[in-house]
C-alpha cells in the first residue's frame, strides 16, 4: 500500500510554529519531488512549498517565504514543512504529494506535478 501520511497540525496561536512531517510508507522518497499543498474551505488548494528529490531546489509560495521552511530527510523516508510566525489565514489542512516524474530538481508548485500519492492531510488551525 502506497501511502502518504502528513502528521503535526493542530491548534496554534497566532506567531506560533508547527512542524508537519510527510511520512512515506510502501515506497521510498529518494527519487520523488514532494510538495505541499494546503486547502481552506471554500477555496482551491494552492501549493505552499515543495522539494526537489535532490533536496537542491525548493519553492514557496510568497505568501509563506521567510516564514516556512521545507526540508527532506530521505534517510527518514520523511518531508517536513517548518512553519513559522503563523497567521489566521494559514489555516488549512494541509497535504503533501509525490511527483512520479520530474528530474533531480524539479520542483512543481501546481497540482498538476504530482499525479502519485497524495496524502489524506492534517488540519492546521491558527488561532487565538
Known amino acids: 500500500q502506497l501511502q502518504l501520511v502528513e502528521s503535526g497540525g493542530g491548534l496554534v496561536q497566532p506567531g506560533g510554529s508547527l512542524r508537519l512531517s510527510c511520512a512515506a510508507s510502501?515506497?521510498?522518497?529518494?527519487?520523488?519531488?514532494i510538495g505541499w499543498f494546503r486547502q481552506a474551505p471554500g477555496k482551491e488548494r494552492e501549493g505552499v512549498s515543495c522539494?526537489?528529490?535532490?533536496?537542491?531546489?525548493?519553492n514557496y509560495a510568497d505568501s509563506v517565504k521567510g516564514r516556512f521552511t521545507i526540508s527532506r530527510d530521505n534517510a527518514k523516508n520523511t518531508v517536513y514543512l517548518q512553519m513559522n510566525s503563523l497567521k489566521p489565514e494559514d489555516t488549512a489542512v494541509y497535504y503533501c504529494?509525490?511527483?512520479?516524474?520530474?528530474?533531480?530538481?524539479?520542483?512543481?508548485?501546481?497540482?498538476?506535478?504530482?499525479?502519485?500519492?497524495w496524502g489524506q492531510g492534517t488540519l492546521v488551525t491558527v488561532s487565538s
Open positions: 510502501g515506497f521510498t522518497l529518494d527519487y520523488n519531488a
Open positions: 504529494a509525490a511527483s512520479v516524474v520530474g528530474g533531480s530538481t524539479w520542483c512543481p508548485m501546481h497540482r498538476g506535478g504530482y499525479l502519485g500519492v
Open positions: 522539494i526537489s528529490s535532490s533536496g537542491g531546489t525548493t
